[in-house]
């Protein structure tokens, strides 16, 4: 494998917003991948998912889903707790019925509490909820995502250390939420570089060569993540990012979840194989 580049979601110039006419446009456009948006929810049926896997396969493009924004595996309610619960459930297991490589999603809001509190807690929930996907045959990488607000859980070294824990578990950099969460402090080929090094050190050359990576513009004010903007638009050193990937040998699968990410995944490509 090499990385793989593709869109959050149909990219804009098909047809129809259908998942299966977004992996030809996919293919006819030549990027390699697509993110199967499932973020205002999945209602996706089996029959479909099956469907997506083999055209995907057929054409060779390869997929990665996004579930639900609605997900805090941190919720207080019992009844938005069980929901969230449910969501990541059905994003894997509806991933892994559409042969995603990886499936990511935002995991948990610290509601005011300590980060180290709330890591224990999403360890112990995310253990049970692997052990039953184990339990039950569905075989997908669940790679949580570096999120972009301080308010919520997912910084690079808790999901790292999660991964660390937990088999199923992996990590999906998004590297404009990186940028943002550190309010446009981390924005160089080392600091990049760092972030890939520790990776490696933490989960093995692997996971460097089965990346699951998010690359987009963005708006930050004080306390992180805005808006997503065109990467020509941010004030994200992108092509650095790129840089450090194609140095460090990085494989997998990058996902623009610019305004428009086809666009946006078009010029990553060219960006990328230029260097
Ligand atoms: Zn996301």
């Known amino acids: 494998m090499t990385l793989l580049i593709g869109t959050a979601g149909v990219p804009s110039s098909s047809r129809g917003r259908d998942t299966l006419l977004g992996i030809e446009r996919i293919k006819a456009i030549g ?138 578990i992996g990590i999906c950099v998004d590297f404009a939420h990186v940028f943002a969460r550190s309010i446009g402090k981390i924005n160089s080929y080392d600091q990049f570089r760092e972030i890939l090094v520790k990776i490696e050190n933490k989960l093995g050359k692997k996971a460097i060569k089965n990346m699951h990576i998010h690359l987009s513009g963005i708006e930050y004010g004080n306390t992180g993540e805005r808006n997503h903007l065109f990467l020509e638009q941010s004030k994200l050193n992108y092509k650095d990012v790129l840089r450090a990937l194609k140095d460090f040998k990085a494989e997998g699968i990058l996902i623009t979840e610019s305004p428009d990410p086809q666009a946006d995944a078009l010029l990553v490509q060219r960006v990328y194989r230029s260097l």
């Open 31 to 168: 990027l390699g991948a697509m993110e199967v948006e499932w973020v205002r929810g999945l209602r996706m049926s089996d029959e479909l998912a099956s469907k997506v896997n083999k055209l995907a396969k057929h054409l060779d493009v390869k997929l990665t889903g996004h579930g639900p924004y609605w997900i805090n595996l941190n919720a207080s309610e019992k009844e938005k707790f069980e929901q969230s619960k449910q969501r990541v459930l059905k994003t894997a297991r509806t991933g892994f019925k559409c042969g995603c490589t990886s499936v990511t999603f935002h995991t948990a809001y610290y509601m005011k509490q300590e980060p180290k509190v709330v890591y224990e807690k999403l360890k112990k929930i995310l253990k049970d909820i692997c052990k039953t996907l184990e339990n039950e045959g569905t075989k997908v990488k669940i790679s949580l995502e570096t999120t972009g607000k301080e308010s919520q859980f997912g910084t690079v070294n808790e999901i790292l250390s999660l991964s660390q824990e937990i088999d199923m």
